[in-house]
Structure formats: C-alpha cells, structure tokens
C-alpha cells in the first residue's frame, strides 16, 4: 500500500454556476492568474501526496469517486477534494490525510461548518467502489459515521457553485494575497 491519493473532483457539470450568470463552466472561472480548479490542483499538489483529478465525465459524483478509487487502488486512504475550493490551503489537506487512520472518515470543521476535503481509510475500500448517482459520499458518511477536526481555514468551505460565491472567492484570494505579501514565508 501507497501512500494517501487527494482525489480531485473535476467532472461535474457546472449548472448552478451557469444558471446565476457565469459564462463558463465554475472549474474554468478565474480566480486571480489561475482557474479556480487550477488553485485547488496546485494546493492538493504542494502536499506532496499523491493527487489523482477525476475529470471524465460521469452521471454523478458517486460515480466519480467510485472511478477515481478504481484508479487509485493502492492508496492507504482516499481524500476527497472537490475541484470547486479554490482556497483550500495544503496545510489543512495534510491535517486530514494525518489524522489517524484508526477513524474510518474524517473531516475537517471551520466554525460549526462540515469542510474538504473528506478523507476515507482503506477500510472503506469496496464501499468507495460501489458508489453511484449524485449523492456522492453522503450515504458512506452516514452510515460509518465522521470524525471531524477543528481547522482554521475559511478556504475548506468556501467553494464556488455560483458567480456570488466566485466574487466572495475573489475578495478572500486578495486578502491572502496581501498577507502573503507582508509575510513572504507563511505557509498560507
């Protein structure tokens, strides 16, 4: 067994962006020099663990990560990353995939607010393998129950599903960058 795979979710449809006034699909929108799917590659990237991007098309999120755990077999454990949070921060990727491998799911939690990525062990193998429709994860999250883990980090439930979620994206992305540029080595 390898090490833990950040399972980017990129497969999705879009309609919710498109349908409040966006002119192309969520993923491709721009957030600063990058797409928003580009900021959430490069952040699962600098974790240095392995990442897979699922973006074949598929009738439902289910369907895509039953896919990308197909692809991926010999992962320890499973995060998944939807493409659509732009603001994840690597350092909270990594606190998940650290998380004990003894809790089945595990999550992280900004605020009261249930955050990405959701990290599967590999005890939930052939559950990951049977997922379909467009529930996703929900139903193993319920059934198996979640430890979740206090986190400071707004990007982990800040995704874009409309223009108005973009443009507040776009708001938090320029404050980070301003940080950054008062405090050069900070891993943010």
Excluded at 19 to 25: I, N, V
Excluded at 118 to 146: E, I, M, N
Aim: charged share 20%; aromatic share 4%; with cysteine.
């Amino acid at each position: 067994m390898t090490e833990p795979c950040i399972i980017v979710l990129a497969s999705g449809r879009g309609e919710r962006y498109r349908a409040s006034g966006g002119q192309t699909h969520k993923l491709q929108a721009q957030l600063g020099s990058q797409t928003v799917l580009q900021h959430t590659v490069q952040a699962a990237r600098a974790t240095g663990l392995l990442v897979h991007v699922e973006d074949a098309g598929h009738p439902g999120m289910g369907d895509s990560i039953a896919a990308a755990v197909r692809r991926t077999p010999d992962a320890s454990a499973w995060l998944i990353l939807a493409g659509d949070l732009p603001l994840v921060l690597a350092r909270t990727i990594l606190q998940i995939a650290q998380a004990p491998l003894e809790y089945a799911v595990v999550r992280p939690n900004f605020e009261g607010q249930h955050g990405h990525p959701v990290r599967f062990a590999q005890t939930c193998h052939q559950d990951l393998l049977q997922l379909s429709g467009d529930q996703g994860a929900a139903p193993l999250v319920k059934r198996l129950g979640v430890h979740a883990i206090a986190v400071d980090d707004l990007g982990c439930v800040t995704d874009i599903d409309t223009v108005a979620d973009l443009e507040r994206a776009q708001v938090l992305w320029a404050e980070r960058q301003k940080l950054r540029a008062r405090i050069p080595k900070d891993p943010i």
